[in-house]
């Protein structure tokens, strides 16, 4: 079985600071890609990263896919209010000819103004 | 652009009752769809995937069962339900690697 394991579960910061969400697993992936939560709502997706090494940037958000595509993590620079919400990192295999996602267990984060 | 509905939002139904939660996509053709289920505050996991009309792929034993009677329709259902069956129930559309996720189905099984 597949498992991808988020770290922190739970990070509560104050508005200004930086901070980082790990995502491992002892598989390698295809994709790996990034949700944010919202309570109540679906998740909605942040990026998708293929290829090992690769980063990218969205605003004050940096994420990087290992180079081995174990892992990865997602760098929040200056968090503020409207960062917090549930994140979540899921790792894309080929199943058949359908794409399959097996989810990390989510961090959820906190920014207190 | 394409949209993915849920509905009801919310379910409150005793043990024992059916169920019957619906999903459509609108603005795409045969896309992949996917059925989760989620503990509060945590990951998604996986229930069922369908890349086509009438096909269907478990991934979990369970109380529960999936059908896509058209393209663009996925329907989770079950005969009586159980008290482990509450949960947050999301419904999701694929074309190629990224999943688009519907707004999700509060389900409280009293």
């Known amino acids: 079985t597949q498992l991808l394991e988020q770290s922190p579960q739970f990070l509560s910061i104050q508005e200004g600071e930086n901070l980082t969400v790990y995502c491992n697993s002892s598989?390698?992936?295809?994709?790996l890609q990034w949700y944010r939560q919202e309570p109540g709502e679906g998740p909605v997706l942040l990026v998708t990263v293929v290829t090992g090494g690769e980063v990218k940037k969205l605003k004050r958000l940096t994420f990087q896919f290992g180079d081995a595509r174990k892992d990865s993590s997602l760098h929040i620079t200056a968090a503020q209010p409207g960062d917090t919400g549930l994140y979540l990192c899921?790792?894309?295999?080929?199943?058949?000819?359908?794409?399959?996602?097996?989810f990390g267990s989510g961090t959820r984060l906190l920014v207190r103004p | 652009s394409q949209t993915i509905h849920q509905w009801p939002a919310t379910l409150v139904q005793p043990v024992g009752s059916p169920l019957s939660l619906e999903c459509t996509v609108e603005g795409t053709s045969n896309p992949n769809l996917y059925w989760y289920r989620q503990a509060a505050g945590r990951g998604l996991q996986l229930l069922f995937y369908s890349v086509g009309i009438g096909q269907i792929s478990s991934e979990v034993p369970q109380n529960l069962s999936a059908s896509r009677p058209q393209d663009r329709q996925f329907i989770l259902s079950s005969k009586k339900l159980l008290l482990s069956d509450s949960g947050f129930y999301l419904c999701?559309?694929?074309?190629?690697?990224?999943?688009?996720f519907g707004p999700g189905t509060r389900l409280t099984v009293t």
């Open positions: 999701a559309w694929s074309s190629s690697k990224e999943q688009y």
């Open positions: 899921a790792g894309e295999r080929h199943v058949d000819s359908s794409y399959k996602l097996i």
């Open positions: 598989s390698v992936f295809s994709s």
